[in-house]
Structure formats: structure tokens, C-alpha cells
């Protein structure tokens, strides 16, 4: 119950602008800080050339949902050579797959984003213009809020504030909440410890402050800790800090069901169900932070859901285990012969932008590309980065 409070209290400071919360004490967030700054230069710079992504996904029928995909090196897939490995290909085909629809992808995400660019990457979007509307918005953010030691408040409020504007434009939100951190094996003991602690009260609280605002959360948590200790070579990337592949396909697949979810393509809960889920929203949140892969999701009106503080309930979900499915084409498609889209430079919903990128991923509910998949919408931007986060030369929102 402690740790519910803390994360209620951190996201009531965002609705009414209190000041000087903080994760840790301003003493150890100094040592953290110190510790990030040796992983930075154990991790060095890392070169990547950024597939393109932005395109259509899928075949069927009928205009193609628009998905929105925005955040941080997560959501951008960083350091993954095809586009095809991106979290953001991968959900695209899985929910065209889903919907038996064609599903158009936008994503504006950029490594070392923090909580404070999801403004302008929504902007670049044009998320929020009268004649646009994206079916449905997935973020993945915080990491780069606990490394920059941002307050948590601040970094809360500009996640509130991103997903209320999308919500309110008619946008469906899933939010991929800070993974933990503790994870990171260029942090090192002690400092991991107070990284797993900072990532996941930060997690707890934007859990809280999206549902309020009308979205829903997936924890990533430790999702890719065992994997990690067991076969870090595959799990992670070379920098020892990013997922390879494989980390990101099995990030994308604990999102995938909470994006269906929120499009209406999974089936409706019974009234047992529906019951049984129902938790105060602090600790929802809580729990989520704890369990990799849950969900939580605004409850039904009638049940004390609904808009801002007075929820005090939420619908968590057991992580998803599917079975797995095709999610069609890998690459883009122009929907009538299954084929590429000639190049995705000349439709201008698909323009490649300052802030796009790609990211790998394959496995455990979402289908793994084909080899042949891999070879489609391969234009490239040579981009030299440092990681973890935060020192990029590229663009950051």
C-alpha cells in the first residue's frame, strides 16, 4: 500500500502542479547519475542506419486504420537493420492481421526521447489536425526520464497531458510504461537496485495518470529480465543497453493484445471477468509495475470508471499469452496485389520524417519477418549515436 501511495502522490502532484517530488534522494540520483554517465562510455557510440517504416501494412479491404507510434528508442527500434524488425511493422501487421484490414503506420519516434518530446513528435505526426485522426497511438516512454534524473511529476504531467490531447481527438491510447532498468547490465550493483526502484515508481505513476486520462498501460517491467540472464547475447543488442531484435518482438507482442484491445478486435470480457479485474488505480498500478506484460485499462463508467481523478477503478488484465498468427505481409503493401508500396516517399501519410525510425523484433505471438519481407522499405539515414540516451547527434524529438 506504500508504494501505491507514493505512485498516487506522485501522479496528484501532476494534476495540480506540485513541485519538488522526487524517486530517490537527490544524493543517490547524483551517484545514479554518475553510474549512467561510466555505462554510457562502456556502452560508446553506436552507428545505425534507419530503416524507413512509415507505410501500409497488410491486406483487406476498406480504408486502412492509422496507427500512430511515438516515444523512445523502444518505439523507434534503435539499432535493428530492417524495417521489418521494428515494434512499429511488427504491431502494424499484427493488427492488420487482427482486423483483416490494412493498417497505415506513422511513427515519429526517436531515440533519447523523453517525456517532454512526445509533444512535438505528435505535432510532427499532425496527430491533433482538425482534417487528421489516427485510430490508434502507441508510446513507449520513461527510460530516458530516469536516466536524465527528470522529475517525476514533470515527466508524469507531459504523459498526461500527451495522452488526454490524443484521447480527445478520438485517438485510442496504449502506453508501453519505463522498463525496468535494473535489467541494464552496464548499471552496476549498487546503483542497478536504485534504477529497478526509480523505473518502477515511475512506471506506477504514469500507469495511474494515463488510465485517468482515458488510455490504458502495458507494464514491460522486467519483461526481458530472464531472457537476459540466460542468453543476453540474443535478447539485447551490441551496446549491451538496447533489445536486439528478439527483445523488441517480445515487447511488441505484450502491446500487441492491448492495441487490438483498444481498436475492439479481442472479444468482450463476461461479467465475471469484467469483476474480478476491477482494483483501485493506485494499485492497479502498482501490480502492473510488478508484472511484465499486464494491462490496465479504464474501467466501465458504471463501475467508477470514466475521465479525470475520480476514477478509482481499473480492469487489469493477466499478461497474453495467444497463439501465435500471421500478421500478413511484412512489408508495406499497397493493398490490392499484396506487393511493396512503389516507394512510400510519394504518399505524403507515409513521408519519412526527422524523428522515424525502425526497430527489431520477432517471436512469441507476433510473426517473425520473412527473409524476403526483410529486403522491403530499406532506405536508410546514417545516424552516429551515443547511448544510453540522452547524447544522440541525431534528432531527439
Not at 63 to 82: H, K, N, Q, Y
Not at 166 to 192: F, K, N, Q, S
Not at 310 to 325: C, I, K, M, N
Not at 381 to 390: L, N, Y
Request: proline share 8%; charged share 20%; hydrophobic share 40%.
Amino acid at each position: 500500500m506504500l508504494r501505491a501511495a507514493r505512485a498516487r502522490r506522485i501522479a496528484a502532484a501532476t494534476a495540480f502542479g506540485g513541485g519538488g517530488i522526487t524517486l530517490v534522494g537527490g544524493g543517490t540520483l547524483a551517484l545514479l547519475y554518475l553510474q549512467v554517465k561510466l555505462a554510457r562510455r562502456a556502452v560508446g557510440v553506436t552507428e545505425w542506419q534507419r530503416p524507413k517504416v512509415n507505410g501500409v501494412y497488410g491486406d483487406g479491404p476498406g480504408t486502412p486504420l492509422r496507427m500512430l507510434m511515438i516515444g523512445d528508442s523502444t518505439a523507434a527500434g534503435f539499432a535493428v537493420p530492417e524495417a521489418a524488425q521494428t515494434p512499429g511493422v511488427l504491431l502494424a501487421s499484427g493488427l492488420a492481421a487482427a482486423a483483416d484490414r490494412r493498417v497505415r503506420l506513422r511513427c515519429t519516434a526517436s531515440p533519447g526521447a523523453a517525456s517532454a518530446n512526445l509533444a512535438a513528435q505528435i505535432a510532427h505526426s499532425g496527430a491533433l489536425d482538425p482534417a487528421s485522426h489516427y485510430d490508434v497511438a502507441v508510446i513507449f516512454i520513461g527510460a530516458n526520464d530516469v536516466i536524465r534524473r527528470v522529475r517525476p511529476n514533470d515527466a508524469v504531467a507531459q504523459l498526461r497531458e500527451a495522452t488526454a490531447a490524443l484521447v480527445e481527438h478520438g485517438t485510442a491510447v496504449v502506453v508501453a510504461t519505463c522498463p525496468d532498468l535494473g535489467t541494464v547490465r552496464p548499471i552496476g550493483w549498487p546503483l542497478r537496485s536504485v534504477a529497478r526502484r526509480a523505473s518502477r515508481q515511475l512506471a506506477a505513476a504514469q500507469t495511474i495518470a494515463v488510465t485517468e486520462a482515458g488510455g490504458r498501460t502495458v507494464s514491460l517491467s522486467d519483461l526481458l529480465a530472464d531472457d537476459f540472464r540466460s542468453d543476453p547475447a540474443t535478447m539485447f543488442g551490441p551496446d549491451r543497453f538496447h533489445p536486439s531484435a528478439r527483445g523488441y518482438a517480445q515487447a511488441a507482442s505484450a502491446v500487441l493484445p492491448s492495441a487490438c484491445a483498444a481498436l475492439g478486435l479481442l472479444p468482450e470480457l463476461d461479467e465475471a471477468e469484467r469483476t474480478s479485474g476491477l482494483l483501485p488505480v493506485d494499485q492497479a498500478a502498482v501490480m502492473a509495475a510488478d508484472t511484465p506484460g499486464t494491462e490496465v485499462a479504464p474501467a466501465d463508467p458504471a463501475r467508477g470508471g470514466g475521465r479525470g481523478r475520480a476514477r478509482w477503478t481499473a480492469l487489469v488484465s493477466l499478461p497474453f499469452r495467444g497463439r501465435e498468427r500471421d500478421p500478413g505481409p511484412s512489408g508495406p503493401t499497397d493493398g490490392r496485389s499484396g506487393g511493396q508500396v512503389p516507394d512510400p516517399r510519394s504518399d505524403p501519410d507515409s513521408a519519412a520524417s526527422p524523428g522515424d525510425a525502425g526497430d527489431g523484433a520477432a517471436h512469441a505471438g507476433v510473426t517473425a519477418p520473412t527473409d524476403t519481407a526483410r529486403h522491403q522499405g530499406n532506405h536508410r539515414d546514417d545516424t552516429r549515436r551515443q547511448t544510453p540516451g540522452g547524447s544522440e547527434t541525431g534528432p531527439t524529438g
